[in-house]
C-alpha cells in the first residue's frame, strides 16, 4: 500500500466507491512494525498512552517529553505510514509555547503530523503559523479528553442548539485555519454527519458514529488489552487481557 501524504488525506471523502479513513493508536516499537506491515492508513501516537500504557487517570499527566520518546519509538517501527503525533497538555497554552513545543515534537520524532484538540482563538492561529512553517496539523474537537475537568466529564457533545453550533462553527474555522483533517469525538451522530458533508477536510471520528471519512480507535480497546471493558462505541475483535492470561497461566502450570 502506497503510504499517505496530507496531499493524499486533505480530499479524502467517504462515498461508495471509498472505504473509510483507519486510523488506530500505537505507542511502542513491535506493535508498530506490525502495523507496518499492514493497511491501515495512519497511526496516532495518542496521549491516550498516558491512560493505557502509563496508568495515568487523564491525559492532563502526558509530558511532552514522553510523547516525544514514545512517538520517537513507533516512528521507527513504521517508517512506511504516515504517523500522527498528540501535543500534550499545557504544551500549547500560549502560541510561542506551542510553537516551541510542535518544532520540538516534530522534529525529534520524525512523525509527519501533530494533533491538537481544541478550536480556541489561539489555537487557530498556532494552526495557521505551524501549517505555514510545515508542520501539518489534525484538529480534534467534541470530547477533548485533555479538558475533562473543565467539561466536567466524559460524555456525548453536541447535544443542543449551543454545543451543535459551537461544534460545527469550531470545525469550519480548523478547516480554515489549514488542518488536513478533523478528529471528531464523542460527537451527536447526526451532527458528525453534518459537519462531515460541510467540509471539504476528511473527519475522522471516534464514538461519532459511521458516516465520518474515517474512524480512529485506540488499539488496546480494539484487541481488549487491558482489564477494563473498552468504551460502549468499541466492539472489540479479540479479549487479548483473558487470552494473554490463560497463556501465562498455562505457562506456570508446567
Ligand atoms: O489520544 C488519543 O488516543 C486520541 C484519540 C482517542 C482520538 O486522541
Known sequence: ??????????????????????????????????????????????????????????????????????????????????????????????????????????????????????????????????????????GHIGLTPQSVHELGGYYTHGKDEASKNKLMTEAMNLEKAGCFAIVLECVEETLATEITKNLSIPTIGIGSGSKTDGQVLVINDLLHIGKNDPPKFCQPIANLYQEKRKLIENYLKR
Request: proline share 3%; charged share 25%; aromatic share 8%.
Open 1 to 138: 500500500m502506497k503510504k499517505h501524504t496530507t496531499r493524499s488525506l486533505r480530499h479524502y471523502k467517504l462515498n461508495e466507491k471509498k472505504k473509510p479513513l483507519h486510523m488506530l493508536t500505537c505507542y511502542d516499537f513491535q506493535t508498530a512494525q506490525l502495523l507496518n506491515e499492514t493497511e491501515l492508513d495512519m497511526i496516532l501516537v495518542g496521549d491516550s498512552l498516558g491512560n493505557v500504557i502509563l496508568g495515568y487517570d487523564t491525559t492532563v499527566e502526558v509530558s511532552l517529553e514522553t510523547m516525544i520518546l514514545f512517538s520517537k519509538a513507533v516512528k521507527k517501527g513504521a517508517s512506511e505510514k504516515f504517523v500522527v503525533a498528540d501535543l500534550p497538555f499545557g504544551s500549547y497554552s500560549s502560541i510561542n509555547k506551542g510553537l516551541d513545543s510542535a518544532v520540538k515534537l516534530f522534529q525529534q520524532s520524525n512523525v509527519e503530523a501533530l494533533k491538537l484538540e481544541g478550536a480556541y482563538p489561539h489555537e487557530l492561529k498556532l494552526i495557521e503559523r505551524l501549517t505555514q512553517i510545515g508542520i501539518p496539523v489534525m
